[in-house]
């Protein structure tokens, strides 16, 4: 098979662009593509456990909290004690982390924008129904059925 027109060269291809530019986008103001998952997870949700945002962003329990270890040191989120089990603690955004998920909203959008330049509206539609059937055939979970 020739990789131009494998399904899943080309979804990684697209991947690592869209990693690229948000990169790009959002490096200047202290920010990497990997806690662009976690600020919209939270942001979204407002407080969160480990466990959840894990789940929710689909990465492994170590890698999510190296993250959030990463995170908490920017200045980005903190934790608390979980008031009906002490043993788990709550993430939240900092003040700077609300800050933050502005610019990394604004970015998503451009950067989203720019992907699908000159698509019309149903071909994103049709473009997102497909991709969400591609991640659930492969055993993901698309959550976001929303259009």
Request: glycine letters at 6%; zero cysteines; hydrophobic letters at 40%.
């Amino acid at each position: 098979m020739q990789r131009y027109v494998s399904e899943g060269y080309l979804a990684n291809w697209a991947a690592r662009l869209f990693f690229q530019a948000m990169d790009r986008a959002i490096r200047p103001q202290g920010l990497t593509p990997a806690y662009v998952p976690v600020l919209l997870t939270i942001s979204d949700q407002g407080e969160v456990t480990q466990s959840e945002l894990a789940t929710a962003i689909a990465i492994e329990q170590p890698t999510m909290a190296g993250t959030l270890a990463r995170m908490e040191r920017d200045g980005l989120v903190e934790r608390r004690t979980h008031a009906r089990d002490r043993r788990k603690s709550l993430i939240r955004l900092t003040a700077q982390g609300r800050e933050k998920i502005k610019v990394v909203r604004a970015a998503v959008s451009a950067i989203n924008a720019q992907a699908v330049d000159g698509f019309s509206e149903e071909e994103r539609k049709v473009y997102r129904a497909l991709m969400r059937r591609i991640i659930d055939n492969l055993g993901g979970v698309s959550a976001d059925d929303q259009d």
